[in-house]
DNA sequence: ACTTGTGAACGTGTTCACAGCA
DNA sequence: TGCTGTGAACACGTTCACAAGT
């Protein structure tokens, strides 16, 4: 449960608006301006119901018989996503997947600013990506408060992310998003979300095995 | 709920044992061959209570009064896992993410083993990557069957991912591990796990702007 | 007539607290 | 004594079904 304003939103409501921005996004570049909660719970793979219910936690946007404006909807999640300011990146390391994230090029669309990057292997420090210098991470302290960085992807190997997260927690930093496979322990206020690709690669793998034990063993 | 031979084990927790046999072997690494629920739900990010619920589920592995064998609870996590067979990957959309996806190393340490390219763009195509020759899409049909592959990792653009989702399903996947922004729509039996990077980004802006709306708001 | 918004019912997942056992 | 394993209590999230509104 997350207070917004007076309002106070499940955070399972609020990791599906990112959803219904892209279907709505989707239908405005469609030249569609009015939508059902139907047409869009199919396109953001939901029910219907859940989708009225988690509009209902940030108000009222549809009219009564007829759907809601496409618009102003797409319009009013994205400002309650906080996506009118722009936020200000950084990516720590820079292997293979700091490498991919830095080029992604979805970010600017979206509102976020990729501004610094940062490695410990001196190969690479002083290289170049997506238009920007990659700097020391030894540096982190001085490179985070002059970018005005406000959140941190954290892509360093799992041993180092620990006391990475705490040194950029130490500048204020309060949103990490980690690909590390490491639980990380900070402080309360700091809210961090992780993307575990072997994680999720494991968890499919489960799939398979109970679907090769139920299946799998006809007779 | 997801049937296991006779258990049934909540997905849930199903999606919290990639995280316990990691601290498992992390813990094995580190020379340790006894640990405690408390132990491991800490190195997990979890309470001791949810670890011992999660286990019950599988079994009963403990000695009360003392604690788990380190070996042999992650022995059986990983069989649990289905990572006992190897899993023979595919990656359709060679982009930015796909690369690194194809050249992450942590694949064979897990069980996972990547054994064929895809992308449509005539100007990777033929390229390599990771070992392997970049075949052309529109192959799918003949590289998947041919390679044996059991899971597939989907990082195409948005709009063909759910065209090239159905393919995959027709050529018998039935695990798909997908970074495209959108809801595929698959039938029932298909499992797909979805990571949406930028959804991420939001989903921590929003905490951001609910920081910001309360505590930014002092007097 | 049609679709939203929402209380109430339901189901799932988490936490508690203690019985059971080494 | 100390830690596991688990029923029971609780909290959270989802779905239902209908009243409210245009």
């Not at 570049?29 to 009225?52: K, M, W």
């Not at 690909?179 to 968890?203: M, W």
């Amino acid at each position: 449960m997350i207070e917004l304003g007076e309002a106070t939103v499940p955070a399972a409501t609020v990791a599906r608006l990112p959803y219904y921005l892209r279907a709505l996004r989707d239908l405005a570049e469609a030249g569609v301006t009015t939508t059902s909660s139907s047409e869009l719970a199919e396109r953001s793979g939901v029910g219907s119901a859940q989708l009225r219910k988690d509009l209902s936690y940030l108000g009222s946007f549809g009219t009564r018989g007829v759907g809601y404006d496409v618009q102003s909807l797409a319009q009013y999640i994205a400002s309650a996503l906080g996506l009118g300011s722009e936020h200000r990146l950084a990516i720590v390391g820079i292997g293979n997947l700091g490498h991919a994230l830095a080029n992604y090029s979805g970010y600017a669309a979206r509102g976020f600013q990729v501004v610094a990057l940062l490695d410990a292997d001196p190969q690479v420090v002083g290289g170049s990506a997506a238009g920007l210098t990659i700097e020391h991470v030894d540096a982190l302290e001085d490179v985070l408060p002059r970018t005005g960085v406000s959140m941190v992807v954290l892509a360093t190997p799992g041993p180092v992310a620990q006391a990475i997260a705490e040194r950029i927690v130490g500048c204020g930093v309060r949103e990490i998003l980690s690909f590390a496979p490491v639980a990380l322990q900070l402080p309360d206020d700091v809210v961090v979300r992780s993307v575990d690709v072997a994680g999720e690669l494991q968890i499919l793998a489960f799939h398979a095995a109970a679907r090769a034990a139920t299946n799998g063993t006809p007779r």
